[in-house]
């Protein structure tokens, strides 16, 4: 049953709840922009670590485990892929039309969920051509 969630569907609630509490009925996202932790690197430059930075890093990482799920041909890595396509349009229609979404921070999110949608099937067409060759050379 775990195998057909796709992941970045936990980043987009991630995004959403936090959003849709601080923003109220109209507003922004301000709560990518806050501050987390500010580190002084030997070169001088102060980095200054974001929650949306964070939620890109968390989203990287979901995105990965994505792709890497992505090798297998089973009948739940399809519907993980068509669940995946769903988390894409999801977050394409809430980048255009939300309020609180137009942000470079979910621009980014929006298109690793493409990233994973597209990856997903040319990953899994890969896999399965492949299986396909051998078991063909076996016969």
Same mark, same amino acid.
């Given at each position: &049953? ?38 002084s690197l030997t070169s ?5 670590? $974001? ?6 890093? @968390? ?50 999110? $929006?298109? &690793? ?7 997903? @099937?040319?990953?899994? $067409? ?14």
């Amino acid at each position: &049953m775990f195998q057909i969630f796709p992941l970045l569907a936990l980043s987009l609630v991630a995004y959403l709840v936090p959003t849709l509490l601080e923003r109220g009925a109209l507003g922004s996202a301000d709560w990518i922009g806050r501050s987390v932790a500010s580190l002084s690197l030997t070169s001088g430059d102060v980095w200054k670590l $974001t929650f949306g930075d964070l939620f890109i890093v @968390f989203s990287l990482v979901l995105l990965f485990l994505e792709l890497l799920r992505a090798t297998q041909t089973d009948r739940a890595a399809l519907l993980n892929h068509i669940f995946s396509v769903v988390v894409f349009v999801a977050a394409l229609l809430l980048f255009v039309l939300a309020p609180g979404f137009g942000n470079s921070t979910f621009f980014i999110f $929006t298109t &690793m969920t493409l990233i994973d949608f597209l990856a997903g @099937f040319v990953v899994t $067409t890969v896999s399965a051509r492949r299986d396909l060759a051998v078991s063909d050379s076996f016969q």
